[in-house]
């Protein structure tokens, strides 16, 4: 897909999406820069690709991406290790259960700045390697709350919609620069969290399978199943790759039909 000798950075990659998007570009023969806030999973993960891809040029470094000298620091040995970077996937995020009524002034000020200073400061730190790049790409991984807003996730609804304008507004800046900006609009996607949801499940008679497709059932999702990181992986690489050399400024849709807007 045309990473091949190129580097390619993700952000939050010790697990989930991120560390799907990290294999996945290590096996296309990338080199890969992951980083995470804590340093035993970012040790874990390194390990783990350099086990699957002994060939591939891997750097891992602790980085909390709300930390804009942490950022620089990890974009410089990013490239000094690695060469310049190609490709940023901005991937650091959480998710934020709370109404309104239940939403702190902190909480609201924790969200925005994560979802905003989260991706501001990666792209400050990358944009100029990314423009002494030919046709660089940066895909920012955000939700399908960005543009369907749950009762329960008020604050993080909102910053997804920041988000989304942000990144739309790069697409714009950044597009003269030879780099383009996207976004993935994720829905309920399988993680540990879901796993252990199911472990503490009401009704030990019902397998994984069952257990998903009603949760899913719940939540109508049309496909019937959650996510899988590895299928959001699959967009951002697409995205990322010249393959998408005409794609900037989209947000692609990967929720199984969730959403249910034009």
């Known amino acids: 897909m045309g990473f091949r000798d190129r580097t390619v950075v993700v952000t939050g990659a010790t697990s989930g999406i991120g560390f799907a998007v ?27 690709l350099r086990d699957e891809f002994p060939a591939a ?31 940023l996937v901005n991937n650091a995020g959480q998710g934020r259960l709370s109404t309104f009524d239940s939403t702190t002034d902190e909480a609201w000020h924790d969200e925005l700045r994560l979802k905003i200073f989260g991706v501001t400061y990666p792209v400050r730190a990358f944009l100029p390697q990314l423009e002494s ?85 719940k939540r109508h999702i049309p496909r019937g199943r959650f996510g899988k990181a590895v299928e959001a992986a699959h967009a951002i690489t697409f995205l990322a790759s010249p393959n998408a050399g005409f794609i900037t400024g989209a947000a692609l849709d990967v929720g199984g039909g969730v959403r249910r807007g034009l």
């Open 57 to 87: 040029a891997i750097h891992a470094q602790p980085c909390d991406v709300l930390d804009p000298q942490a950022v620089t620091d990890f974009a410089d040995a990013s490239a000094a290790a690695l060469g310049p970077a190609a490709v």
């Open 133 to 217: 790049q030919q046709d660089a790409a940066i895909v920012n991984v955000n939700s399908a709350l960005a543009l369907q807003p749950e009762p329960h996730m008020v604050a993080t609804s909102a910053a997804r919609a920041a988000l989304l304008n942000l990144s739309k507004s790069l697409a714009n800046e950044f597009a003269d620069r030879d780099i383009r900006v996207n976004s993935i609009l994720i829905g309920t996607v399988e993680s540990g969290q879901w796993q252990r949801r199911f472990e503490a499940r009401e009704d030990r008679s019902q397998d994984y399978a069952a257990w998903v497709a009603e949760e899913a059932r």
């Open 22 to 48: 990290a294999r996945l570009m290590a096996g296309e023969g990338a080199r890969v820069a992951i980083c995470s806030r804590s340093g035993d999973k970012v040790e874990a993960a390194s390990k783990a």
